[in-house]
């Protein structure tokens, strides 16, 4: 999430609707997991999630250079299709990527949470991700 740590500790919770390939893939970590504080700790203890730097290093390991790819590029990436494949308004899109409105008039009055059309957006995502990944390569 793209906030301030004091945003993150003392702003509005921001709601996150899973789809149903989401929640299955949390019960499976739950085995791995349990009642940790973090669904990915660090690999240095359970007091902080896991960085990005280890994401990136994983990606690394992979063979993906950050020339291609880089895990923050998915945020991106995720706006793009959602509002050009999938046709979902960009106020939806911003709206679950956790972005404020710009204007100063927007946060003060904009306070709707489109959790319906959210949840409608992730199964969306996930589902076409499916597509994606059953696709045989070419």
């Known amino acids: 999430m793209q906030r301030k740590k004091a945003g993150k500790l ?10 149903t390939q989401a929640v299955a893939i949390l019960r499976e970590l739950y085995a791995l997991t349990g009642a940790g504080k ?11 999630p896991m960085s990005d730097g280890t994401l990136a290093a994983a990606y690394k390991l992979m063979g993906v250079v950050s020339e291609t790819a880089t895990p923050h590029g998915w945020r ?6 959602a509002v050009e494949k999938l046709g979902i308004p960009v ?14 008039h927007g946060r003060a009055y904009y306070r ?20 994606l990944r059953a696709k045989p390569e070419s």
Do not use: K, Y
């Open 91 to 104: 106020e939806i899109v911003e709206m679950q990527l956790a972005h404020d409105a710009r204007d100063v």
């Open 112 to 131: 709707t949470q489109w959790l319906d059309q959210r949840r409608d957006l992730m199964q969306r995502w996930a589902d076409c991700l499916d597509e």
């Open 76 to 81: 991106a990436t995720a706006r793009t299709l």
């Open 10 to 19: 003392n702003g509005a919770d921001h709601f996150v609707p899973l789809s």
């Open 38 to 48: 973090h669904v990915f700790p660090s690999v240095r203890g359970d007091v902080r």
